[in-house]
């Protein structure tokens, strides 16, 4: 058996906006008949942990919402272990309960956490949270994604937003999402495996491939979602393996 324990992306590898990548629920059963200890990660904005859950089980994949990891959690996490208590939130109003212990103040807050806005970024919105960074308010991006894919196609994901504050403001966001390492350690800690013995399973290169390398766990790359067969020659490691769909993740892991 080539692993102790999974940690495994949602959109794209799992799920996509149009329904279930097939096969996926036979692949996450075949874990669990396994003994294989897995969590899903995934650096969304648009949902929180109870709703993907729910979303989780309409594809056939049980799993309790704290077994699921967020880039909002781990950024709410990171505000609350600094002291933050005012923020501004540019991500869809759904996260927001995961940031309840906040005070919502886009005139005066203390960080601008940046996700996906999608279709609601606008003008002013960016240029609110230009005028609060240049106050002080330190930029935080939940994620950094360059693009996603929908099922209808690739659209632009928060990572260009983000860029654009870093450039007007000549600041470095603090990135919580993947690929930073800090997310992945929380998840490492929950599933109590050698990190060599972790598989980062995903459909984003940088995200999941080189992200899982870079917290010393082992990646496969599933070319669904937002794979790119280019993407692969900026890695300075290639994935251990890359499959069609996750469908194919058990037979990789010999179960």
């Avoid at 874990?31 to 109870?50: D, K, S, W």
Wanted: with cysteine; charged share 20%; aromatic share 8%.
């Amino acid at each position: 058996m080539r692993a102790a324990a999974c940690i495994i992306d949602i959109d794209g590898t799992v799920v996509t906006s149009t329904g279930p990548i097939p096969g996926a629920a036979g692949a996450i059963a075949a874990l669990e008949r396994a003994g294989i200890r897995y969590v899903f990660a995934t650096n969304t904005t648009r949902h929180p942990r109870t709703v993907l859950a729910a979303r989780l089980a309409s594809a056939g994949i049980d799993v309790e919402p704290e077994r699921i990891w967020t880039a909002p959690v781990a950024a709410a996490r990171w505000l609350q272990a600094r002291g933050v208590t005012r923020v501004s939130l540019l991500l869809p109003s759904a996260s927001f309960e995961e940031f309840s212990g906040f005070e919502v103040d886009d005139e005066r807050p203390e960080a601008v956490v940046v996700g996906d806005l999608g279709r609601e970024w606008t003008f002013d919105r960016l240029n609110a949270a230009f005028l609060a960074l240049r106050a002080g308010a330190v930029l935080v991006a939940i994620q950094k994604n360059r693009c996603w894919n929908d099922g209808t196609g690739l659209k632009l994901d928060a990572g260009p937003f983000v860029a654009a504050l870093e450039y007007a403001t000549g600041r470095t966001a603090e990135l919580i999402g993947k690929p930073a390492a800090a997310f992945f350690e929380t998840a490492i800690s929950f599933l109590q495996a050698p990190r060599e013995r972790i598989v980062v399973v995903g459909d984003s290169v940088e995200n999941d491939v080189k992200g899982g390398h870079d917290a010393g766990c082992q990646a496969v790359a599933v070319r669904t979602g937002s794979f790119r067969e280019d993407d692969l020659a900026a890695l300075a490691r290639p994935p251990e393996a890359i499959l069609a769909t996750i469908a194919a993740l058990p037979d990789w892991l010999g179960i």
